[in-house]
């Protein structure tokens, strides 16, 4: 019996140690453990001290920006932002410009340091809020990536596609949906 539970205590203590190493975008629950990540607050991170006021006004502004498009944050997100492209890389992220890991926080590329970049982000961390942690797998991409291009106000006319046709079908459901009533209109797709 002693050594059945020793052997469970062994495995669930490796459970974090596995995740940590094979799922690397679980990093953002701990950014502080990658090396030359630091934290300048509880939620923003970053990989070179040098810029982290830049860090804190697009954090700032972005918070501020998307809760006044889609609603209070129910927790703020907390972000990484990385400067080198082997900081993104240590979270497990390539080519993107930034990636939201659900409601655990977002991954900023050094090509993301952009607001509408961030604003995407987060308005994907509300979705998580508000629409579960599943919800890339449950609702129709249109709605979710759509909602992100759309209120983040990315400034490009021309998305690619399938984005830019995504960005005008949430557009076009939006404008009879209201602000009023996005979550509960989303929540019933």
Same mark, same amino acid.
């Given at each position: 019996?002693?050594?059945a !539970?020793?052997?469970?205590v062994?495995?669930?203590?490796?459970?974090?140690?596995?995740?940590?190493a094979?799922? =690397?975008?679980? $990093? %953002?629950?701990?950014?502080?453990?990658?090396?030359?990540?630091?934290?300048?607050n509880?939620n923003?991170?970053i990989?070179?001290?040098?810029r982290?006021l830049?860090? !804190?006004?697009?954090?700032?502004?972005g918070?501020?920006?998307v809760a006044d498009v889609v609603?209070?944050?129910? =927790?703020?997100? $907390? %972000?990484?932002f990385c400067t080198t492209?082997?900081?993104y890389?240590?979270?497990?992220?390539e080519?993107s410009s930034?990636?939201?890991?659900?409601t655990?926080?977002?991954?900023?590329?050094?090509?993301g340091?952009?607001?509408h970049?961030?604003?995407?982000?987060?308005?994907?961390h509300?979705?998580?809020?508000e629409l579960?942690l599943l919800?890339p797998f449950f609702?129709?991409?249109?709605l979710?990536e759509?909602m992100?291009y759309s209120l983040?106000e990315?400034?490009?006319?021309?998305l690619?596609e399938?984005w830019?046709?995504?960005r005008?079908?949430?557009?076009?459901w939006?404008?009879?949906?209201g602000?009023?009533?996005?979550w509960?209109?989303?929540s019933a797709l």
């Amino acid at each position: 019996m002693k050594k059945a !539970l020793l052997i469970a205590v062994l495995l669930i203590s490796l459970v974090p140690v596995a995740a940590w190493a094979i799922y =690397k975008p679980v $990093r %953002v629950l701990t950014p502080e453990l990658v090396p030359d990540v630091l934290c300048v607050n509880q939620n923003v991170c970053i990989d070179n001290e040098s810029r982290s006021l830049e860090a !804190l006004e697009l954090y700032e502004n972005g918070l501020h920006f998307v809760a006044d498009v889609v609603g209070p944050f129910k =927790k703020n997100p $907390r %972000v990484v932002f990385c400067t080198t492209q082997a900081c993104y890389q240590s979270f497990g992220f390539e080519r993107s410009s930034a990636s939201a890991v659900g409601t655990f926080g977002i991954v900023v590329s050094p090509r993301g340091w952009k607001a509408h970049y961030l604003r995407h982000e987060m308005i994907h961390h509300r979705q998580a809020e508000e629409l579960g942690l599943l919800s890339p797998f449950f609702y129709p991409e249109w709605l979710i990536e759509g909602m992100a291009y759309s209120l983040s106000e990315d400034p490009r006319q021309q998305l690619a596609e399938p984005w830019q046709k995504h960005r005008h079908t949430f557009d076009d459901w939006f404008q009879g949906t209201g602000k009023n009533r996005l979550w509960s209109a989303a929540s019933a797709l």
